[in-house]
């Protein structure tokens, strides 16, 4: 069975920083795309950030572009979305994600099949 499990997320002021982590030990040395996605209420699901494993290349949506990095630690078997500057539209649960096949990162949220529980993230004015 595979397990992501998400944690790190919380309350937090406008302007703020949360680290969130996704326990992942199935996927250490994994070649497949890692995301972070997050989805609002009443909204659909919308990827935040990727990580392919192969090339370290990281992708992010331009809404959060220079304010979230995504990292992958093997030594702890975890993926980690450090969030800054953060604005209340980024208020959301936040799941990561593993994509169904390796080779690349895909951009639709179906291509990824493994995920999360969630973890909420609340930004306040």
């Known amino acids: 069975q595979v397990q992501l499990v998400e944690s790190g997320g919380g309350s937090v002021q406008a302007g703020g920083s949360l680290r969130l982590s996704c326990a992942a030990p199935?996927?250490?040395?994994?070649?497949?795309?890692m995301g972070w996605f997050r989805q609002a209420p009443g909204k659909e699901r919308e990827g935040v950030a990727a990580?392919?494993?192969?090339?370290?290349?990281?992708y992010y949506a331009d809404s959060v572009k220079g304010r979230f990095t995504i990292s992958k630690d093997n030594a702890k078997k975890t993926i980690y979305l450090q969030m800054s500057s953060l604005k209340q539209e980024d208020t959301a649960m936040y799941y990561c994600?593993?994509?169904?096949?390796?080779?690349?990162?895909?951009?639709?949220?179906?291509?990824?099949?493994?995920w999360g529980q969630g973890t909420q993230v609340t930004v306040s004015s």
């Open positions: 199935e996927y250490t040395y994994s070649t497949n795309c």
């Open positions: 994600a593993v994509a169904r096949i390796g080779g690349y990162c895909p951009g639709a949220v179906p291509d990824f099949g493994y």
């Open positions: 990580f392919y494993p192969s090339t370290r290349t990281t």
